[in-house]
């Protein structure tokens, strides 16, 4: 496995393994590398000949009062955990690399980074639309794997892939759990024992939400009714968002009758937790 820190010697890596005619897959992630990432990269092994992962914690999706300065951060092991499932290079490039001085160009993506996170964090989906946009100009990927449990960013991922006419395959991952449904996120971390037992609530509310709606409750507001019940029974969690909306268009809903999107974002401590399922109605 290598490790290539400047844009000029992964596009270089990338042009030799395209003139060979490899297939190039890419992960990219902001490392502190957990099981969810890990398997994000073994279904990207399976869909190329070249496996790339790009550790960066991009500071421009970060907002000012964010946790950029202490998002958790551990190389060494990150880069033993990617050799581990047969990572061939991990781009690690530097702030500076990414945005030297005088850097001034963004990639927005307009109506779908608007409501959920994008209301809460303004300016995050810039930032991440940006990055991501660049690492595919950097490390020139066949296909690129992300994670189901950042819905609305895989939604505003392929809108920019499909706008900007990228001919870059984005597949999605579904979210992995662990054993008692939390959500893997490097953010889990911020979590005491406690505050951890708390953070479940957000996939008890999921589980419950798709039992009403398999129980025939087409009702977005009694479901959400519900889903606030089960999350914010007392102040241990603080309620960012709790939203039915359109899987594709993430427009809000009022009724739901077919595939529906219910996302969450919630404080646990000084964790911001984000969780999602799409529920299905009865047939
Ligand atoms: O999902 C993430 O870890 C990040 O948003 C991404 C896609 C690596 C861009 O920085």
Redesign the pocket.
Known sequence: MNVVATVKDMQARADQWRRDGKKIAFV???GYLHDG?LALMKMARRHGDILVI?I???PT?FGPQEDFERYPRDLPRDLKLAESVGVDVVFTPSAEEMYPQNYQTYVEVTEVSRPLCGARRPGHFR??TT??AK?FNIVKPHVAV??EK?YQ?LVV?RRMVQDLNMDVEVLGHPTVREKDGLAMS?RNVYLSSDERKVALRLYQSLMKAQELVSNGITSAAEVLQEVRSILAPDDRLVIDYAEIRDPETLEELDEINGPALLALAAFVGKARLIDNIVLTPRS
């Open positions: 990219p992630t902001m990432h790009s960066f914690v991009n999706q930032g991440v990055v991501v690492l992300f994670g950042d960013q991922i490097s």
